[in-house]
Nanobody
Framework: QVQLVESGGGSVEAGGSLTLSCAASGYTFSSYCMGWFRQAPGKEREGVAT???????SYTDSVKGRFTISRDNAKNTLYLEMNSLKPEDTAMYYC??????????????????????????WGKGTLVNISS
């Protein structure tokens, strides 16, 4: 049974930092595309950062230069280091994983040959609140 469990969310002031973690189990963590997504109140979920099995990364424009996605395959854990946080970063952050082959990353999403990959598994989320 695949499980993704996020942690590390919290409340910080603008300009601060947080590091999110996503502990994965139940599948071959290192082989597939994973990413961080977020959903703010009243908005659709959006891709933030993704990383494929080769370690290639992608980011949505609004977080480039501030966020860093990484993965520790030995620990089956995905990370998102967030710096220079802004109030507009406030959202529920979700970890997601695709178990499809042939995935590549771009603009904060995983893509398969047919287009944006919907991902197969999701965590329950961790809340990030940034105050001004």
């Amino acid at each position: 049974q695949v499980q993704l469990v996020e942690s590390g969310g919290g409340s910080v002031e603008a300009g601060g930092s947080l590091t999110l973690s996503c502990a994965a189990s139940g599948y071959t963590f290192s082989s597939y595309c994973m990413g961080w997504f977020r959903q703010a109140p009243g908005k659709e979920r959006e891709g933030v950062a993704t990383i494929d099995s080769d370690g290639d990364t992608s980011y949505t424009d609004s977080v480039k230069g501030r966020f860093t996605i990484s993965r520790d395959n030995a620990k089956n854990t995905l990370y998102l280091e967030m710096n220079s946080l802004k109030p507009e970063d406030t959202a529920m952050y979700y970890c997601g994983a695709s178990v499809r082959w042939g995935i590549y990353v771009s603009d904060g999403y995983c893509y398969n040959p047919g287009g944006r990959d919907p991902l197969d598994y999701w965590g329950k989320g961790t809340l990030v609140n940034i105050s001004s």
